[in-house]
T-cell receptor, first 111, second 115 residues
């Protein structure tokens, strides 16, 4: 079963706008990770936030984590056409051997 | 771009055949994981190899098997292919640490089509 579930499933915005994606998960975690996938290619690691962190920044990315609500959000500021991709959150399984992904949010940024 | 490579890029097979997919891990990484991604879905964990031994397995039947070699490259073998095996197969390498599962580095994937 899916551990993380992203919301919304699809998001369309204009260049320069901000994009916010949310992720909910079910069990306790050590960390939560966000990945990007361009059109059926491999996944690229964006950012990792540990369970004792509440917010983390990387360039135009800001990730928040609320362990009490078992949720995370990914904010992309000043979006560009090149940000068009699918975005996945992932958490580790209980054995710590695998990442469990949601179905992803498909972001479309038009110029 | 990560240092993880996969071959072939695309593959077309017939139901019932067998297939071998290959992955070369990023330098310095000792763990390789394989994932299956159906169209419109997130990746699903198949198994992980650490020091040439299977170190965890997802909900996939035994006809999905793998190998990890001393140079940390890896193979995914699928026997008796079924139409539902059509998917993007992703290999991911990482450096195993004691503090849990950190970021994984994915290859570009192999697109398998079973007809």
């Amino acid at each position: 079963s899916q551990q993380g579930e992203e919301d919304p499933q699809a998001l369309s915005i204009q260049e320069g706008e901000n994009a916010t994606m949310n992720c909910s998960y079910k069990t306790s975690i050590n960390n939560l990770q966000w990945y990007r996938q361009n059109s059926g290619r491999g996944l690229v690691h964006l950012i990792l936030i540990r369970s004792n962190e509440r917010e983390k920044h990387s360039g135009r990315l800001r990730v928040t984590l609320d362990t009490s609500k078992k949720s995370s959000s990914l904010l992309i500021t000043a979006s560009r056409a090149a940000d068009t991709a699918s975005y996945f959150c992932a958490t580790a399984n209980q054995a710590g051997t695998a990442l469990i992904f949601g179905k992803g949010t498909t972001l479309s940024v038009s110029s | 771009e990560t240092g993880v490579t996969q071959s072939p890029t695309h593959l077309i097979k017939t139901r019932g055949q067998q297939v071998t997919l290959r992955c070369s891990s990023q330098s310095g990484h000792n763990t390789v994981s394989w994932y299956q991604q159906a169209l419109g879905q997130g990746p699903q964990f198949i198994f992980q190899y650490y020091r040439e031994e299977e170190n965890g397995r997802g909900n996939f039947p035994p006809r999905f098997s793998g190998l990890q070699f001393p140079n940390y490259s890896s193979e995914l073998n699928v026997n008796a292919l079924e139409l539902d095996d059509s998917a993007l197969y992703l290999c991911a390498s990482s450096l195993r640490k004691n503090r849990g599962l950190d970021e994984q580095y994915f290859g570009p994937g192999t697109r398998l089509t079973v007809t």
